[in-house]
């Protein structure tokens, strides 16, 4: 499948502005819904809308603004719930995901395919490499379509995600960073969690974290 058969809208969710992504084939109406954070009545009537057929909702990781609205988008459409190994428990349980520490009790359904570095998932006609990338949580992955990449809280505009949280390893995310995000093409293009998209080129060029890791990696 060609770049320009996906077509991706970003929705901004919720007081923590979370990017959810709706993800589909121009040509089949055929995609999935990543990172479904909140407000799910409003991204339920988007998908309508627009006519997607979705057949699955991928997560990048477990954190509680990122799960916000699976259970409506799991009621509606009864479609499998991906996310990385070692997080399935964070979709159950609050004080995991980090809602019990704001007063909240977030839930999801639970996982119905975990997955793992290296993997490759076929759905909704894309083809997605998945790349473990711990660090902001324990085994938070990016989905990587061609130069495409949906990589919710690892590296954004200028930053990174946040390492001083339950779960969080901030030595591990440089690592992540330097093997996993320094290693892409710079035109590949990255749907953040939050804030602008951007790409591994801009961040490379820009971000100070990375510009600090490059050069003591020099």
């Not at 473990?132 to 505009?157: E, N, Q, R, W």
């Not at 590949?188 to 060029?205: C, D, K, M, N, P």
Request: glycine share 8%; proline share 5%; net charge negative.
């Amino acid at each position: 499948m060609s770049q320009v058969d996906m077509q991706v809208e970003s929705l901004v969710v919720s007081d923590y502005q979370e990017n959810t992504f709706l993800v589909w084939d121009a040509e089949t109406m055929r995609g999935v819904i990543v990172d479904p954070g909140a407000e799910g009545p409003r991204l339920l009537s988007r998908i309508e809308k627009l006519g997607i057929k979705l057949e699955a909702i991928l997560l990048t990781h477990g954190h509680s603004d990122h799960i916000g609205a699976v259970r409506d988008i799991k009621n509606a459409f009864d479609i499998p719930i991906y996310i990385g190994e070692g997080e399935q428990d964070m979709l159950t349980d609050p004080t995991k995901n980090l809602s019990a520490a704001f007063g909240l009790n977030v839930t999801s359904p639970p996982a119905d395919h975990l997955l793992k570095d290296g993997d490759t998932l076929e759905v909704a006609g894309f083809t997605f490499r998945i790349l473990l990338t711990p660090g902001h949580s324990p085994a938070s992955i990016c989905y990587l379509h061609d130069k495409t990449m949906f990589s919710g809280d690892v590296v954004f505009m200028g930053s990174i995600g946040r390492t001083d949280l339950p779960g969080c390893d901030h030595n591990v995310m440089m690592q992540t960073l330097t093997n996993k995000i320094l290693t892409l093409d710079d035109e590949i293009f990255l749907y953040t969690g939050h804030g602008s998209a951007t790409t591994v080129g801009r961040e490379r060029a820009t971000n100070p974290f990375l510009l600090e890791l490059q050069s003591v990696n020099k």
